[in-house]
């Protein structure tokens, strides 16, 4: 699949931010086949888990560091999935990435198969 992320921007801490990713099936495979997950890389820092979310939408799981203030959603009809970041901090500030798995879904990067090219939020004080 390809992914595009989109949504990113300078937002002060304390609000919110809604991040998209369109998801386009290629080789004939349906987008709902695929765990998605949610990556950040913050400058000079390892990639960090952010939340994940299984190909029905039935089951969710989040990194430490952001559990409570992220959700991450899907609508395989139109092919998005969604992370809503509520209560956003100085540290969320990095680049995200949207991620496919064709397993069952992690919380480690090498798990996953495909990669968005990210979309840069930057939280200020």
């Known amino acids: 699949v390809q992914l595009q992320a989109s949504g990113g921007g300078l937002v002060q801490a304390g609000g919110s931010l809604r991040l998209s990713c369109v998801v386009s099936p290629v080789s004939g495979r349906t987008v709902g086949r695929y765990t998605m997950g949610w990556f950040r890389q913050a400058p000079g820092k390892e990639r960090e888990f952010v939340g994940a979310?299984?190909?029905?939408?039935?089951?969710?799981y989040y990194g430490d560091r952001v559990r409570g203030r992220a959700t991450v959603s899907r609508d395989n009809a139109k092919n998005t999935v969604s992370l809503q970041m509520d209560s956003l901090k100085e540290e969320d500030t990095a680049l995200y990435y949207c991620?496919?798995?064709?397993?069952?879904?992690?919380?480690?990067?090498?798990?996953?198969?495909?990669w968005g090219r990210g979309t840069l939020v930057t939280v200020s004080s």
């Open positions: 979310i299984n190909w029905t939408g039935s089951n969710t």
């Open positions: 991620a496919a798995d064709g397993g069952y879904g992690s919380s480690q990067s090498v798990d996953y198969d495909y």
